[in-house]
């Protein structure tokens, strides 16, 4: 008799043909209990026939009529996912294959954690950068070498640009049931991530582990103006998306309410800094 999987991985994917195997390959190697749904969002290319060849009923793939964007795509990946954990990767990002088991023992050591956020590195051109994401966003300095709740740091997710990568976050699927069906906004061009982050992060009991998990890819293609390259900054468009997506994510944070002083100051101050990049650059003539 087939057990239940323990971890459903949910991946959704736009024109990747050449890169969402990695990603497929790296949520297999956690072990055989593991549940990976693939979500084709509209693709054009042959990501769908790739993957159909490779992995036939090693996955679950399911395919949208039409480009609905990442978050509708999450969300149809959450709605048909069975496993006890509920983890999110991204199409061009990959796991190391110790990530499940090091996850495990942290929700073992954190029995009343909801989730856990563990670091990641990002991969520019094959290179690996020198900077993990925690460093980069001051996590790695508040963990002090060890899993602490994210609590004790909730600065983090009160600031877009100290996000985490959606590829780092493992929820119980239980925990999910405090948003009802609303998970991933679908109505955003970017910046569902954080508005998800912010959410979790506000509701659930998080533990963050300073321990690399994820490999993020960074390049531009021109389809995901909130991941940024180093050394190669957004263009005006670009920047212009993403500001007005962070706004947006601002002005819907009503479910924010009861935060106390100091972090409803704070995603404040980050609301009038963003307006005031956003009049600059529209005043600009962009």
Do not use: Y
């Not at 060849?53 to 793939?61: A, T, V």
């Not at 990002?122 to 609590?151: H, I, P």
């Not at 995901?224 to 601002?250: C, D, F, I, W, Y």
């Amino acid at each position: 008799m087939s057990l239940l999987p323990r971890l459903s991985v949910v991946i959704p994917t736009w024109n990747r043909a050449h890169l969402v195997c990695d990603a497929v390959e790296s949520a297999l190697a956690q072990g055989p209990q593991v549940e990976v749904i693939v979500v084709n969002d509209g693709s054009t290319d042959e990501t769908h026939k790739v993957l159909t060849r490779r992995f036939g009923s090693r996955i679950r793939l399911l395919r949208t009529p039409s480009r609905l964007g990442v978050g509708a795509a999450r969300n149809a990946g959450v709605r048909v996912a069975t496993g006890e954990l509920l983890a999110f990767l991204d199409s061009d990002d990959v796991w190391l294959s110790k990530k499940q088991d090091a996850e495990l023992q942290l929700l073992e050591r954190f029995p009343q954690a909801d989730g856990v956020v563990s670091d990641s590195v990002s991969f520019v051109d094959g290179q690996r950068s020198e900077m993990t994401c925690f460093a980069g966003n001051g996590l790695l300095t508040a963990c002090r070498g060890e899993a602490r709740w994210v609590s004790e740091c909730p600065w983090l997710w009160t600031n877009s640009k100290n996000g985490v990568a959606i590829s780092s976050i493992t929820l119980r699927r239980s925990a999910l049931a405090a948003f009802g069906k609303s998970w991933f906004a679908e109505d955003l061009i970017c910046c569902e991530d954080w508005e998800f982050q912010m959410r979790v992060f506000h509701r659930c009991r998080i533990v963050v582990s300073p321990e690399v998990l994820a490999c993020v890819r960074r390049f531009d293609d021109g389809s995901r103006p909130g991941r940024a390259m180093p050394g190669k900054p957004r263009t005006s468009e670009q920047e212009l998306v993403l500001l007005r997506a962070r706004l947006a994510v601002m002005k819907r944070s009503h479910w924010l309410n009861g935060l106390d002083g100091n972090l409803a100051s704070e995603l404040e101050r980050f609301r009038n800094e963003t307006a005031g990049e956003l009049a600059r650059l529209t005043a600009s003539g962009i």
